[in-house]
């Protein structure tokens, strides 16, 4: 096992990383930019190295910096969280070349799922159903009217690199196909420097369901069920439970097994995550997340497997330590996610936390780096705090959820507290009955939806 890990990575998600190692008995190295130094996890990490300055470009994007760190350092392995290097094949392979081991999937794999084009076409390869859409890159606004006469309108623009919900566009009808095309390419080139798009039929009532996935790479895969993510703004979630109030046990049991017979053919070894949309009954694969997800946690408090220690396992040469039939889903589980922003209108709110008190008790998970004194910083994700209920049953999940939200205490920044307050008053999520559009007609936001 390793001796040493560098988390490379910031805020919650570096300190659920130093949980993992600490009760395994490994040592931690926080790297941290000028605007973290007083992050929980650097204080709680053994030792720290400061990266670079704020903007992540120069700190926790930057490879030869966070190389440099580990070398100093002497880590064993680097876990890189999710979001920042996490997907990023390259960083991936420079860290086998220093000699360290990279806590995640083969380069290969990170590459091949980070093209969502190529992505698609292994996708279906592996025998999972996919958008109706074009079959690779659509070199012109022509060729994708083309198609879209042949699919049928409405249809998506989406950028081949795209990730964060960022270039994609809805075209509803023919007149609006060369507008959508066009943006979609300038939006592409801008945010990933580089502007390939494929197109996609645009389903209008949808729920986004994904498949948690590990696998170790010596013939073991298994997945531990599916996470219901359809509340999303602006494409980025905001609420996920486990399991979903969409599917019944057939399905659940289909999406599962087709997941993990697709892992176990492509030779996948780490956690992963297979995105679905759903709608009448029916999957299709939207993308896949080679990475630990941010809503993972409601996936450990219905199955009580730790996944973060899991990879770290996997990622030391050792075999999963479940299998399949192993797995026992039990209860149900909300995560929330509080966001440093205005609840009304989504505004950032950065700036000191007066006085923080989390919630507890039985089901209650806070996942969080602040304490009353931290200041927010403005450059990154307003991601602060994530809020974990587990019940034995979805009706007692939620009364724990409103229970815990009241109970949550931040004060000096504005957060999304007060929006999940009113969610949960709201039949619709009462009752489980929403899909993607649902929460931004709800927060009178629509010009968020796929445009
Ligand atoms: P990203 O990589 O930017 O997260 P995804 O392909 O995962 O992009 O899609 C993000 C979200 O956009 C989905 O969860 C869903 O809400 C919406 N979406 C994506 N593809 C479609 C589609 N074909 N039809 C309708 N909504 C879609």
Redesign the pocket.
Known sequence: MFEKVLIANRGEIALRIHRACREMGIETVAVHSTADQDAMHVRLADESVCIGPPPAKDSYLNASAILSAATITGVDAIHPGVGFLSENADFATMVEEHGLVFIGPKPEHISLMGD?IAARQAAETLGLPV?P?SEGAVASAEDAAHLAEKIGYPV?I??AA???????KLAPTQGELLEAFKFAQIEAKASFGFDAVYL?????H?R?IEVQIMADGQGNVAHLGERD??L?RR?Q?LVEESPSPALNPEERDRIGRLASAAMSQLGYQSAGTI?F?YQNGEF?F??MNTRLQVEHPVTEAITGIDLVREQIRIAAGLPMSFGQDDITFSGHAIECRINAEDPVTFVPSPGVVTDYHAPGGLGVRVDSGLYSGYRVPAHYDSLIAKLIVHGQTRNECLMRLRRALDEFVIEGVHTTIPLHQRLIGENDFIDGNYN?HWLERYVGNEEGR?E
Request: charged letters at 25%; one cysteine or more; hydrophobic letters at 30%.
């Open positions: 969502k958008v859409g998506l989406k950028a795209g990730g964060g919900g960022r270039g994609m996609e039929k645009f389903l209008p949808p986004h993510c359809s999303q494409h979630k995105e949309l299709y939207i993308e993607i796929a």
